[in-house]
């Protein structure tokens, strides 16, 4: 039989983390499996159809900068695009779009189908073949067998899937999709911690029932922002308005009186839910104070009727659920498409893992997305990439690659993960990064760039692009920092009606620029003159505004560097170092940390520990 069974890599699930992962080992000259249960739901948006926000957005364009295909897919499905936090620093602004989701998954599915070196097979993995503490390959429902270098597992809220309405309850990964459970069997038999998590999603509502004249009026911003930096605006779809409703007290009494029968209150759900996500019955038990909360309604897509309503995730009985959603202004007519839902499932700790997000016990195997306690789409195709970058490299017997917590958001990411663990869907915030000023959306692509091209993940097109930019932001930042203004000149007197007070001396526009009062486009009135291309004159100034903090954290960076450097042994028996607390041996000999950096940033180790531990290192050499 002439089928293919021999691969580098072998990705099982074609969900976010899953479709990164299976791209960019593809794109790396890897011989790529991606096996998943139903090729028609590759880029599956299981709850809202939306892209970025803030912090996720930065790991967005992350993910672009290193070729992945997020950016680029949200370009070509997004039917509303917003700058969140624009009035604020640069640090936290934030693009998010609403997407159409069948649009999204084409996107999906026809860069997926046009990567050489990547082929794509529908069926369950069952099973993984595990010799000598090293993956080998998987074995499909059917009693395929595939053989892999390395595997990446993906499975999403599939393994032990259970969805919950009211208190009825059944299997499933995601509404409409049967759960993953004789690999949630094997995983348990294999040496990883297994625990429970939960998250849920709104009912789904026909637009034609709803009234939209009492809502208020969201439209996207104009000039419509770009997700990916090889985007562009002409690649956008149709751009449509969502609506702002809220729940009125009505809702919250009739939320209050499906409390007896929440499989949450009830305790028929045991997993943790996502904090920051809350559902609906969650929002009224825990705020009992407030009167009402805010509900963005979002459309789907260009092509239906039906609409998110952010907001409102719920799990209560179905009778409950159409009475809540018909009190709120605007929905007194709704017709339910679709039930909310909780669903439980499990996830592997990813303490488990290392910074490649390889698991420490089986060798060859990796981890990623919402399997490792995450929530998000972008969040799983962060990981997605990294072990897809790592999985493809170790086949190829190429050293590990990721990047450091002062170069990625996806290193913030995943050095949280493997150094605390979580015991909650775990979310991403621009709050998660010390050195925010430095990890900007804004400039993903000329901290990655580089990298992506090393790594054989970024094209001769996009490095093309992305040189010329650099060159650009060069050449206008040496402008600045050249051009001097005098006092009495006619640039001079420009200036002074920009400034707050009036120059005394020459200064060079940079020096101008550095001035609270002062923006570039004051500079380009002053100067006479304006770079091109917008993206390069806020980079410019960004960078000249900003330079004082980000120099700062910059010098913080290097000095803790070289903390980042001293390896730590996987088996370093903490338990015989001398000086360190019974405490901080237990918690550094579940962790396990790679460097001595990561040890420092475990929870309760001191940096008297932190000594020890490298005049023990000193010792051992
Ligand atoms: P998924 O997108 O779940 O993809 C997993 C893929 O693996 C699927 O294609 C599946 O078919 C396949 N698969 C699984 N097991 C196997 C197997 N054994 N063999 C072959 N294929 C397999 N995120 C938020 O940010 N906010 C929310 O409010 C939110 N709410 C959610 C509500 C619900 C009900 C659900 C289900 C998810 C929600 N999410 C939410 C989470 C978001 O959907 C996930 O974080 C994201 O999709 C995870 O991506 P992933 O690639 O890890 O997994």
């Given at each position: 039989m002439d089928f293919p069974t021999r691969f580098d890599v072998i990705v099982i699930g074609g969900g976010h983390a899953g479709t990164e992962a299976a791209l960019a080992a593809a794109r790396m000259g890897s011989q790529t499996l991606l096996l998943t249960h139903n090729i028609e739901t590759l880029g599956q948006m299981s709850c809202n159809p939306a892209i970025g926000g803030i912090g996720k957005s930065h790991l967005v364009k992350e993910i672009d900068a290193l070729g992945g295909?997020?950016?680029?897919?949200?370009?070509?499905?997004?039917i509303q695009f917003r700058v969140l936090n624009g009035r604020k620093g640069p640090a936290v602004r934030a693009t998010r779009a609403q997407t159409d989701r069948i649009l999204y998954k084409a996107a999906i599915r026809e860069i997926l189908e046009n990567q050489p070196n990547l082929t794509l097979f529908q069926q369950s993995a069952d099973d993984l073949i595990v010799e000598n503490e090293r993956v080998t390959g998987v074995v499909t429902q059917t009693g395929i067998r595939f053989l892999g270098k390395t595997v990446v597992l993906t499975t999403g809220t599939f393994l032990g899937g259970i969805i919950h309405i009211g208190m009825k309850n059944h299997a499933g990964g995601r509404a409409g999709d049967a759960p993953a459970n004789a690999l949630a069997?094997?995983?348990r038999e294999l040496p990883f911690n297994v625990g429970r998590l939960k998250t849920g999603t709104p009912p789904r509502i026909d637009a034609r029932?709803?009234?939209?004249?009492?809502?208020q009026q969201q439209w996207g911003d104009d000039p419509t922002p770009v997700m990916s930096f090889m985007g562009s605006r002409d690649e956008h779809p149709r751009q449509v308005c969502c609506h702002i409703t809220r729940t009125t007290e009505e809702t919250h009494d009739i939320i209050r009186?499906?409390?007896?029968?929440?499989?949450?209150f009830t305790g028929n759900i045991g997993g943790v839910g996502p904090r920051y996500c809350p559902s609906l019955e969650d929002k009224v038990s825990r705020f009992a104070d407030k009167s009402s909360h805010q509900i963005f309604v979002e459309p789907e897509g260009l092509t239906t009727h039906e609409l998110y309503p952010n907001g409102i995730s719920t799990s209560l009985p179905f009778d409950i659920q159409v009475r809540a959603v018909q009190s709120i202004p605007g929905f007194e007519k709704a017709h339910i498409m679709r039930p909310g839902y909780a669903i439980e499932y499990d996830y592997l700790n990813p303490q488990d893992l290392r910074h490649t997000l390889e698991t420490k016990f089986i060798q060859g195997l990796y981890f990623a997305g919402q399997i490792n306690g995450t929530t998000g789409y972008e969040e799983a195709a962060a990981q997605g990439l990294l072990a897809g970058i790592n999985a493809a490299r170790q086949a190829q017997d190429k050293d590990a690659w990721y990047p450091r917590r002062d170069e990625a958001y996806i290193g913030v990411l995943v050095d949280d993960l493997i150094t605390m663990g979580t015991s909650e869907p775990y979310r991403m915030f621009t709050s998660r990064a010390e050195y925010r000023l430095i990890l900007r959306e804004d400039n993903a692509d000329l901290r990655l760039t580089d990298s992506g091209r090393e790594l054989g993940l970024v094209d001769d097109e996009r490095w093309r692009k992305f040189n010329a930019k650099r060159d650009a932001i060069g050449t206008e930042r040496s402008r600045l920092e050249g051009t001097r203004v005098h006092p009495n000149s006619a640039a001079g007197e420009r200036a002074n009606q920009y400034l707050k007070q009036p120059l005394g001396r020459d200064h060079t526009l940079a020096e101008l620029l550095?001035?609270?009062e002062i923006v570039y486009a004051h500079i380009a009135d002053i100067a006479e003159y304006r770079a091109d291309d917008a993206i390069v004159a806020d980079q410019v100034e960004i960078e000249i505004k900003y330079e004082g903090y980000i120099s700062r954290q910059a010098d913080e960076i290097e000095r803790l560097r070289k903390n980042e450097n001293t390896a730590l042994p996987v088996d370093l028996d903490y338990g015989i170092i001398g000086g360190l607390?019974?405490?901080i041996k237990q918690k550094l000999g579940a962790v396990r940390p790679e460097t001595v950096a990561q040890a420092s940033r475990v929870q309760g180790v001191t940096p008297a520990a932190i000594s020890q531990i490298l005049v023990h290192m000193k010792k051992r050499e």
């Open positions: 295909a997020m950016a680029r897919a949200t370009d070509r499905a997004g069997q094997r995983l029932s709803v009234d939209f004249s009492v809502m009186s499906g409390f007896d029968r929440s499989p949450m550095r001035r609270p607390s019974n405490e």
